[in-house]
T-cell receptor
């Protein structure tokens, strides 16, 4: 079966750094996405990884290890507006996106 | 550009009623998708379309039908609504099926079936 695992909820402090992990077992792999979803809103694209390594984009970075079936999203200098759910999604061998349940990130002052 | 829009935003149905959700995109995207999102679960693909006049089943197609008569529109129909179809429905579009093509989402439709 296809499976993507993320922690259900995490809490962090404003100004700090947080790492959200994602592990996956899918039929094939053609890339991994991270999306951000604020409560009551639509998911919006954050990052895409297809090769091993770290992709940095401002305060957000995403890492991929294909051999380990593992990715993480790193958020630096946390702001209150970063309170949201973060969704990990993998493109499988049929080029379909398989979605994790998301990690709800709570930022405290 | 409006991006991806969905109507209606909210709807309450009684069991057995039918309805159609409309999705429209102005980005000239070929691919369009319908997902449902339920608490504690990832987005699940209902149906998708790779171009005008084409549709295909996703992970959870039962109880739903779709049509893509125009490139910019993708309709999702519920013929006989059931309480299990209470969910938030998202439409999305992408420029193609390649792995790097990000999907753009509409604001969602919150459907309750009593």
């Amino acid at each position: 079966g296809q499976n993507i695992d993320q922690p259900t909820e995490m809490t962090a402090t404003e100004g700090a750094i947080v790492q959200i992990n994602c592990t996956y077992q899918t039929s094939g792999f053609n890339g991994l996405f991270w999306y951000q979803q604020h409560a009551g809103e639509a998911p919006t694209f954050l990052s895409y990884n297809v090769l091993d390594g770290l992709e940095e984009k401002g305060r957000f970075s995403s890492f991929l290890s294909r051999s380990k079936g593992y990715s993480y999203l790193l958020l630096k200098e946390l702001q209150m507006k970063d309170s949201a759910s973060y969704l990990c999604a993998v493109t499988d061998s049929n080029y379909q996106l398989i979605w994790g349940a998301g990690t709800k990130l709570i930022i405290k002052p | 550009n409006a991006g991806v829009t969905q109507t209606p935003k909210f709807r309450v149905l009684k069991t057995g009623q039918s309805m159609t959700l409309l999705c429209a995109q102005d980005m000239n995207h070929e691919y369009m998708y319908w997902y449902r999102q339920d608490p504690g679960m990832g987005l699940r693909l209902i149906h998708y379309s790779v171009g005008e006049g084409t549709t295909a089943k996703g992970e959870v197609p039962d109880g739903y039908n779709v049509s893509r008569l125009k490139k910019q529109n993708f309709l999702l129909g519920l013929e006989s609504a059931a309480p299990s179809q209470t969910s938030v429905y998202f439409c999305a579009s992408s420029s193609g099926g390649e792995s790097h093509n990000e999907q753009f989402f509409g604001p969602g439709t919150r459907l309750t079936v009593l």
